[in-house]
């Protein structure tokens, strides 16, 4: 199916409506993978999907109400931090919980998120040798 403003949908639908898995294409470049239901992104309210932004920018996991929420890896497009990773735990589009920093020169972060900030986190270099540590949201 192709709209008039130039987005697309491909995949499964019933009645005219996308309806099971399918890739919403917006013109903007945006686009949406994941299940849908009478012509709704199930993310809509409870799913999982991948999303990806114009400038390549992709999170995979876990939504809720069209918010990253849940388990998902969130993969940097194009811009300066291009390539790196945020894989964990996701509360209302924020790293929440458990999770890694994943930077592509081998070096990471791993540990406890909040609200999107460090929280206890401990940072490694390439060889696994510790280079940095956030204890309660306080860099050490």
């Known amino acids: 199916m192709t709209w008039v403003n130039g987005d697309s949908f491909q995949g499964q639908s019933k009645n005219g409506k996308e309806n099971g898995q399918g ?16 012509g709704e992104a ?6 999982n999907g991948t999303f990806i932004w114009p400038n390549g920018d992709t ?7 069209w918010q990253q929420h849940g388990q998902g890896t969130l993969t940097y497009g194009k811009g ?3 390539g790196q990773k945020n894989v964990g735990e996701w ?7 458990q999770g890694t920093w994943i930077i592509p020169d081998g070096s990471k972060w791993v540990g ?6 460090d929280w206890n986190t401990t940072g490694y270099d390439e060889a696994g040798n510790i ?10």
């Open 23 to 38: 890739k919403m294409s917006r013109e903007n470049g945006e686009s949406f993978q994941g299940k849908y239901k009478d």
């Open 42 to 47: 199930l993310a809509a309210s409870v799913g």
């Open 59 to 65: 999170y995979e996991g876990e939504w809720k109400d």
């Open 80 to 82: 300066e931090s291009e």
């Open 91 to 97: 509360q209302n589009n924020l790293q929440h919980g």
């Open 112 to 117: 406890e998120m909040k609200d999107g900030r």
């Open 131 to 140: 280079n940095g540590k956030f204890v309660n949201g306080v860099e050490k």
